[in-house]
Each structure stands twice: as C-alpha cells, then as structure tokens.
C-alpha cells in the first residue's frame, strides 16, 4: 500500500500532482478554473465559469467554438479540489444535483483555497500554483474587462434574447452597481 500524505497540503500536493499528470495539457485551464473559484465574490455557474475559461488574452469577440461542449469537464480536470452544489434561485434553497436548480461549483473546502494562497506552496512541488489574492483579482478584471470590450458588445444587449450569455448577464449586472 502506498504511503499516506502527512497532512492536509501534502494531501493537496499530491492532487496537484496527480492532476498534472492526468491532465498534462489543461494546466493552465486548471489555474484558470482555480484563480475564478478562489476570487469570485459569487456563486459561480458551471457555463458562466466555461465562459470565462474560454477566453484568451488576444481574444476580441467571444468565441463561442472555445467554450467547453461538456461543462463537466472544467470539474473532472480539478479532480477533487472542486464540487458542484445545485440552488434554487428563487428561494435560495440548495437541492441535490438531481434537482432543477441552478447548478454551481465552488471549492471542496475553504483549506483548498488556504492551501493554494499558503507562503509554503512557494517552494513545493506544486508552487506553479500558487496565488495571491490581489493578483487573482488582478486576473478576474483584466478578463472582465477583455469581456466587456468584445466586439459582441458594439450592439447594445438585451436581456430578453435567449442568446445572451449567462456570463453576460452577469458582467453586465456588475457593471451597472
């Protein structure tokens, strides 16, 4: 039997590990997926997330063929360091998967995100992972940013179009606070 991690981050560290090596090619998607969870300030949805995974730094219009067809594939690539969770909107009730609420997705447990912001993930064998706080901010606006700048919004968007993106729909609610 192999050995057992000695505690909570070497746990994380093998996950890392483990993920890498699964995913070899999606690394940065998975930092990606990691900076939006540990930095939304709100419940993320799975296709608002898929958006946001889908842009690129030259980007300059949406490109719908980027984003993921199977949204489930932004959690498998975070193994178990993500969990999705179903709300109802309305009443704010959360239900099981099964459910017809909104599904989101979040960190497994608040220690994940204490794990990748820990001083110590500067030196271990996951240290590519690190964050920081004000630089995951930094990298949630410049994307927010880069979104709202998009060609797709010389046009002005109503709400009421079924083509309106979920994500839109939420850059746009922040951008009128």
Request: hydrophobic content about 40%.
């Amino acid at each position: 039997m192999k050995k057992l991690p000695t505690g909570i981050y070497a746990t994380y560290d093998e996950i890392i590990q483990q993920l890498c090596t699964q995913y070899p090619e999606n690394i940065g998607e998975i930092k990606t997926i990691l900076r939006w969870l540990i930095g939304s300030i709100t419940p993320i949805t799975l296709d608002q997330l898929a958006e946001a995974v889908s842009i690129r730094p030259r980007d300059k219009r949406l490109e719908r063929d980027g984003i993921a067809n199977d949204v489930l594939d932004l959690v498998a690539c975070c193994g178990s360091l993500a969990t999705l969770y179903s709300i109802d909107m309305e009443d704010n009730h959360v239900d099981d998967l099964r459910g017809s609420g909104t599904i989101l997705i979040k960190l497994s447990h608040a220690s994940v995100e204490d794990y990748f912001m820990s001083s110590n993930l500067k030196v271990g064998p996951s240290s590519s992972f690190f964050m920081d706080l004000p630089s995951v901010h930094l990298e949630i606006a410049k994307t927010c940013l880069q979104y709202i700048g998009f060609q797709d919004f010389q046009k002005p968007v109503k709400f009421e179009v079924k083509q309106t993106s979920t994500w839109q729909v939420t850059v746009l609610m922040f951008c009128r606070l």
